[in-house]
């Protein structure tokens, strides 16, 4: 019997790895996250949908709405506090990340970046570990800011599953192109379920978070009739 | 979101009729029912119902910080009024019951908190608790080794085996069990009782247990698969 490629595996489910492999000719067979290797079995330890891709990765794709911190991923933080010379930034995750003073573009000892609490940062995660604070960083490794930094100018901040985020960054994702088709907007999307959002008005602002949070469990056809209502809806409030 | 079985008010007392009551009675559980918690449910044996939250891998009290694994803590509210002692000693059950199942050691200093408030406690409430607690760690998809299943046997003063008793049969019944198994082999996680019973006894009531369990089992696949193939 081949691996349930596609279906849902709940935590307890063991394969063993003639399985796994009866659906691939690679060698070699990599585990992602929600598998467990047990001696000489796999073991699923996570609810959710086995995916597989060439050549020869398995990972179980999950629903989740809590971040665990992983390296060189873009997340949307707020800053808590300034302690010396680092920020405590919320990140999602199960501790706050840190963020250092000089590792914004420009900054330097005399010229501090002007970072107030509360303020939303996008950054990249420099240092993830299970075992270690995350440390997020503004700059890339030549010291741009590469679009990171202070989101400052109003616009919106939400909250959604992660899996929203990923579905949203995804280059087979429609949902932001055609809205954009319909209105003129800024957007900041988190891998870490965070989006931040600023529209012309604030009924833009508000049609384009609802948009996005009704897209959850919508395929691309739906996506495309739901904004044509959208900005129907939203150029009639206008009017009035 | 939610996975319904209906069965009718006469279909329900015609099982009951039948006298055997080797049976659960329906299961019925609504994932994500609540929306800013990371997993949350409500499940409902029968009559009896709860609703179970889960926050984590969160962040932790300095107090309770372990170094190499995750703080599992289960909080449970009862209906009406405070916690008292009994209500400690099942948390306490449920805590034991739970944490070997998490996969705790893959978020260390980190808490797991789960909450359970009983809204209906019409007969094998703590069963049910520890249902919904395991639904609620899967929809949180919270790293787990294996679920647990958690069924409550009732032994009557005529010797007879009642499944997942209700409130009149609990309170007439000479003992109650409620055994928790693992969901890779079926072993015995948790046994609580109350009362008397012979060695004889608890076999008969671990063996109706035991095949009770698979049918819950079969109900938390049912459940999570619905929720995660709403999005293909």
């Given at each position: 019997?081949?691996?349930?490629?596609?279906?849902?595996?709940?935590?307890?489910?063991?394969?063993?790895?003639?399985?796994?492999?009866?659906?691939?000719?690679?060698?070699?067979?990599?585990?992602?996250?929600?598998?467990?290797?047990?001696?000489?079995?796999?073991?699923?330890?996570?609810?959710?949908?086995?995916?597989?891709?060439?050549?020869?990765?398995?990972?179980?794709?999950?629903?989740?709405?809590?971040?665990?911190?992983?390296?060189?991923?873009?997340?949307?933080?707020?800053?808590?506090?300034?302690?010396?010379?680092?920020?405590?930034?919320?990140?999602?995750?199960?501790?706050?990340?840190?963020?250092?003073?000089?590792?914004?573009?420009?900054?330097?000892?005399?010229?501090?970046?002007?970072?107030?609490?509360?303020?939303?940062?996008?950054?990249?995660?420099?240092?993830?570990?299970?075992?270690?604070?995350?440390?997020?960083?503004?700059?890339?490794?030549?010291?741009?800011?590469?679009?990171?930094?202070?989101?400052?100018?109003?616009?919106?901040?939400?909250?959604?599953?992660?899996?929203?985020?990923?579905?949203?960054?995804?280059?087979?994702?429609?949902?932001?192109?055609?809205?954009?088709?319909?209105?003129?907007?800024?957007?900041?999307?988190?891998?870490?379920?965070?989006?931040?959002?600023?529209?012309?008005?604030?009924?833009?602002?508000?049609?384009?978070?609802?948009?996005?949070?009704?897209?959850?469990?919508k395929d691309n056809d739906?996506?495309?009739?739901?904004?044509?209502?959208?900005?129907?809806?939203?150029?009639?409030?206008?009017?009035? | 979101?939610?996975?319904?079985?209906?069965?009718?008010?006469?279909?329900?007392?015609?099982?009951?009729?039948?006298?055997?009551?080797?049976?659960?009675?329906?299961?019925?559980?609504?994932?994500?029912?609540?929306?800013?918690?990371?997993?949350?449910?409500?499940?409902?044996?029968?009559?009896?119902?709860?609703?179970?939250?889960?926050?984590?891998?969160?962040?932790?009290?300095?107090?309770?910080?372990?170094?190499?694994?995750?703080?599992?803590?289960?909080?449970?509210?009862?209906?009406?009024?405070?916690?008292?002692?009994?209500?400690?000693?099942?948390?306490?059950?449920?805590?034991?019951?739970?944490?070997?199942?998490?996969?705790?050691?893959?978020?260390?200093?980190?808490?797991?908190?789960?909450?359970?408030?009983?809204?209906?406690?019409?007969?094998?409430?703590?069963?049910?608790?520890?249902?919904?607690?395991?639904?609620?760690?899967?929809?949180?998809?919270?790293?787990?080794?294996?679920?647990?299943?958690?069924?409550?046997?009732?032994?009557?003063?005529?010797?007879?085996?009642?499944?997942?008793?209700?409130?009149?049969?609990?309170?007439?019944?000479?003992?109650?069990?409620?055994?928790?198994?693992?969901?890779?082999?079926?072993?015995?996680?948790?046994?609580?009782?109350?009362?008397?019973?012979?060695r004889v006894q608890h076999?008969?009531?671990?063996?109706?247990?035991?095949?009770?369990?698979?049918?819950?089992?079969?109900?938390?696949?049912?459940?999570?698969?619905?929720?995660l193939l709403m999005s293909?």
């Open positions: 019997m081949a691996a349930p490629i596609g279906n849902v595996v709940i935590p307890g489910d063991i394969f063993s790895f003639t399985q796994l492999k009866s659906t691939d000719d690679a060698k070699k067979i990599l585990l992602g996250p929600g598998l467990k290797e047990n001696d000489l079995e796999i073991k699923v330890i996570r609810p959710g949908i086995l995916r597989y891709r060439k050549p020869g990765v398995y990972w179980v794709d999950c629903h989740h709405k809590r971040y665990i911190p992983s390296k060189g991923e873009s997340v949307i933080g707020i800053v808590n506090q300034k302690v010396g010379d680092i920020f405590r930034v919320d990140i999602g995750g199960s501790e706050q990340a840190s963020l250092s003073y000089l590792s914004f573009e420009g900054a330097t000892k005399r010229n501090r970046p002007d970072v107030k609490v509360g303020d939303i940062i996008y950054a990249k995660l420099l240092v993830a570990n299970k075992d270690m604070e995350p440390e997020i960083v503004c700059i890339d490794s030549y010291g741009r800011s590469s679009g990171m930094g202070v989101i400052r100018n109003g616009g919106f901040l939400f909250h959604t599953s992660l899996n929203l985020a990923r579905k949203l960054l995804n280059p087979q994702c429609i949902l932001l192109k055609t809205l954009g088709n319909r209105f003129q907007f800024e957007i900041t999307v988190g891998i870490n379920g965070r989006v931040w959002v600023k529209a012309h008005s604030d009924i833009q602002t508000i049609a384009i978070v609802n948009a996005i949070v009704a897209s959850e469990y739906q996506i495309k009739e739901m904004c044509k209502r959208i900005s129907k809806a939203v150029s009639r409030m206008e009017v009035d | 979101m939610a996975s319904f079985t209906v069965v009718k008010q006469e279909e329900f007392e015609a099982q009951q009729e039948k006298g055997s009551a080797h049976v659960l009675r329906c299961l019925t559980s609504g994932l994500s029912c609540l929306t800013r918690q990371d997993g949350s449910v409500s499940l409902s044996q029968g009559d009896t119902t709860s609703i179970a939250v889960v926050y984590g891998p969160a962040e932790v009290r300095i107090n309770k910080e372990q170094i190499d694994k995750a703080t599992v803590e289960v909080i449970f509210r009862p209906k009406v009024g405070l916690s008292r002692p009994e209500h400690r000693k099942q948390e306490r059950i449920m805590r034991n019951t739970l944490e070997p199942a998490i996969e705790a050691h893959l978020h260390p200093r980190s808490s797991i908190s789960i909450i359970i408030q009983e809204t209906e406690d019409l007969g094998s409430n703590l069963a049910c608790c520890i249902n919904s607690a395991c639904l609620a760690l899967l929809d949180a998809a919270i790293n787990m080794n294996y679920m647990v299943a958690a069924v409550s046997v009732a032994v009557k003063e005529n010797e007879d085996m009642v499944l997942d008793p209700s409130k009149q049969v609990e309170k007439e019944a000479k003992s109650i069990i409620t055994y928790v198994f693992d969901s890779v082999n079926y072993q015995i996680v948790t046994i609580a009782s109350t009362g008397s019973f012979s076999m008969e009531a671990l063996k109706l247990a035991r095949e009770a369990s698979k049918s819950v089992f079969q109900f938390y696949r049912e459940s999570v698969a619905k929720k293909e």
